[in-house]
């Protein structure tokens, strides 16, 4: 069946770093875009960061611009968002996502980060 799994949330300071994975199964990884959304409490899913395919073409949230990163490794079946110089704001759950042409979504189960002062 098809899973999303993510992992590497945590509680860190401002100003650290994390490293989120999401790995994929269950489906063709490399026919899917893939993306990362965070929900914080009391607030809308937002998207953060979205990659291509081929992971030639990245877009972020302007809030995360010079920030984060995002890249995947079709070999590996698994996306990642490098996370620097965190903020308190960027306190949220992080759900990692899998879309097909518009028409097909999976999404995981989220990770939690919180960003202490």
């Known amino acids: 069946q098809v899973q999303l799994v993510e992992s590497g949330g945590g509680l860190v300071q401002a100003g650290d770093s994390l490293r989120l994975s999401c790995a994929a199964s269950?489906?063709?990884?490399?026919?899917?875009?893939m993306s990362w959304y965070r929900q914080a409490p009391g607030k809308e899913r937002e998207l953060v960061a979205a990659i291509t395919r081929a992971g030639g073409i990245t877009n972020y949230a302007d809030s995360v611009k010079g920030r984060f990163t995002i890249s995947r490794d079709n070999a590996k079946n698994t996306v990642y968002l490098q996370m620097n110089s965190l903020k308190p704001e960027d306190t949220a759950v992080y759900y990692c996502?899998?879309?097909?042409?518009?028409?097909?979504?999976?999404w995981g189960k989220g990770t939690l980060v919180t960003v202490s002062s």
């Open positions: 996502n899998a879309n097909y042409l518009g028409i097909v979504d999976y």
């Open positions: 269950g489906f063709t990884f490399s026919n899917y875009a």
